[in-house]
């Protein structure tokens, strides 16, 4: 008996490459990352970085990191966090719970489609 591994993404999503020649996991996510790079070149931000990693503390033990989709760098050296979602999971909704909680002064803020 032979088990294939299904290679398909369980929401259904593609790994896209985008203008940058970054590979993200979704279309979606490869077009903001193009949005973002127009947004660099007109000079509405000053920078951006992708999927950072963000580890979460409590009470100083580590529970978790969150692999955070984009960073925005402003003009005014300020930043803030963007994820792009397709689909909501539990697991996602908790993490980003706990990241609020922990981190309230940073700007997080989720992407949809609908946003696109």
Known sequence: ????R???HKYNAQK???QSGHTHPSNGE???CDVLRLK???G??????????????????KITV?????????SDDSFEYHEYKGVFTKD???RKKLFEAINPNIIYKIITKEFL
């Open 66 to 74: 969150m692999r955070i989709d984009f960073k925005i760098i402003n």
């Open 40 to 42: 660099k070149k007109a």
């Open 44 to 61: 509405e931000i000053k920078d951006y970085e992708i999927q950072i990693n963000h580890s979460l503390f409590v009470n100083g033990k």
């Open 92 to 94: 996602f909704l908790i």
């Open 16 to 18: 896209s490459v985008c």
């Open 1 to 4: 008996m032979v088990f294939r």
């Open 6 to 8: 299904n290679l398909n």
């Open 30 to 32: 490869a077009h903001y």
